[in-house]
């Protein structure tokens, strides 16, 4: 295969095209948090408004931070975030905030912390660092593979012991999306994803919680799917109207977090929907195009991983709303209400843009290649 000569190029403004996304979707969050929210405040109906647009500042903070920072320098660190990582998912697991049947929060004062929601940005940079330190390593199982799901593992057990199991598969989905763009063999690929399945089924017969959520949603018996199908189903083409929707009033539970979408279907109908799903659909889009363009292998599996997470999260939000998906309790990226998932996505957003501003290489190529640049098909002999 023939890959034209690279011509650099820089750029030090971020893309503009892709901020102004993220700015749509941060700010029709805020519109839907307190549309969804201000008849479950008793006292104050600006209550969640108030609280989110709190929660939206700090995160900016954490945006600015990814931003500014060179991406490099987290690569240096990716050890040591995984290490804090371990100490405090463990530490969640004895002192952390019991809710709806789950242990994931840590509280301080009057916020509450859930550490799965940084761990996974922790654990993209420890494989992106680790590929890319690796990406002329001989490519066997036992020292490409091996190393990087041994953390991984102990990750996603921690927080499946939560238990946790929606994060825990979104993550565990992404560990196999780093190992397929850094160029792990396929058949290793299958089998982890065999194997991935099965411990999946496995954790669902031993933990009650999440055993009733599936046996539910197989079922008829799960009330929050059904609530959610009468919301999206009331919507029509149009929907109700901002703020006129009926199922927020107590009879959709926690419609400003785990069933926002449902809301929006039903008060901004289906145009409101796929108006929606197209700026998800354009994020995809505009966010990998801004990590293929750079040429540092760390900014490309940790810009890719990231944008796909993303967008992981909004298509597992989307299923179950629509009753396709058991329920998971993950938000919708940028829009649900809380802080945690809002501040790391917000992080992560800043560091894809400062990876975006590097110093990048344009390559012509005649055949398709992975994000580390590598043929799906081995390159032709070259001739004599």
Do not use: C
């Amino acid at each position: 295969m023939h890959l034209s000569k690279p011509t650099e190029s820089s750029s030090e403004k971020p893309d503009y095209g892709f901020l102004a996304i993220i700015i749509l979707l941060v700010g029709f969050g805020l519109v839907m948090v307190f549309s969804s929210s201000f008849y479950l405040a008793n006292n104050d109906p600006l209550y969640f408004l108030k609280n989110q647009a709190i929660r939206i500042a700090i995160a900016t903070g954490f945006f600015l931070i990814g931003l500014k920072v060179p991406f490099r320098f987290w690569r240096k660190i990716g050890g040591i975030f995984i290490i804090i990582s371990m100490v405090v998912l463990i530490i969640v697991l004895f002192i952390g905030h019991k809710a709806g049947g789950a242990t994931r929060w840590l509280k301080f004062l009057t916020f509450s912390l859930q550490p799965a929601e940084f761990v996974k940005v922790a654990l993209l940079i420890y494989l992106s660092a680790f590929y890319a330190k690796r990406e002329e390593a001989k490519r066997d199982f036992k020292h490409y593979a091996l190393p990087p799901l041994i953390v991984s593992g102990i990750l996603l057990l921690l927080i499946a012991l939560q238990p946790n199991l929606g994060t825990a598969t979104v993550l565990g989905m992404l560990v196999l999306f780093v190992m397929f763009v850094a160029g792990v063999r396929l058949r290793y690929l299958l089998l982890l994803t065999l194997l991935a399945v099965g411990a999946f089924v496995l954790l669902v017969t031993v933990f009650p919680h999440a055993k009733a959520r599936v046996a539910g949603f197989l079922g008829a018996g799960n009330y929050q799917l059904e609530q959610a199908r009468i919301a999206m189903g009331s919507g029509g083409l149009f929907g109700v109207g901002l703020g006129g929707g009926r199922q927020k009033f107590l009879f959709l539970p926690q419609p400003h977090t785990d069933f926002i979408f449902a809301v929006i279907g039903e008060e901004l109908g289906f145009a409101g929907v796929a108006g929606l799903i197209l700026l998800f659909v354009l994020f995809l889009y505009k966010g990998l195009n801004l990590t293929a363009k750079t040429e540092d292998a760390f900014g490309r599996y940790l810009g890719s991983s990231l944008v796909v997470m993303i967008f992981l999260y909004f298509l597992i939000h989307v299923g179950v709303s629509m009753g396709l998906l058991p329920t998971t309790g993950l938000p919708l990226p940028f829009i649900s209400f809380g802080g945690s998932a809002l501040t790391s996505n917000l992080m992560g957003i800043g560091i894809l843009l400062n990876i975006s501003r590097a110093k990048e290489k344009a390559y012509a190529s005649d055949a398709r290649l992975r994000w580390n640049r590598r043929p799906y098909l081995p390159s032709p002999s070259p001739r004599p």
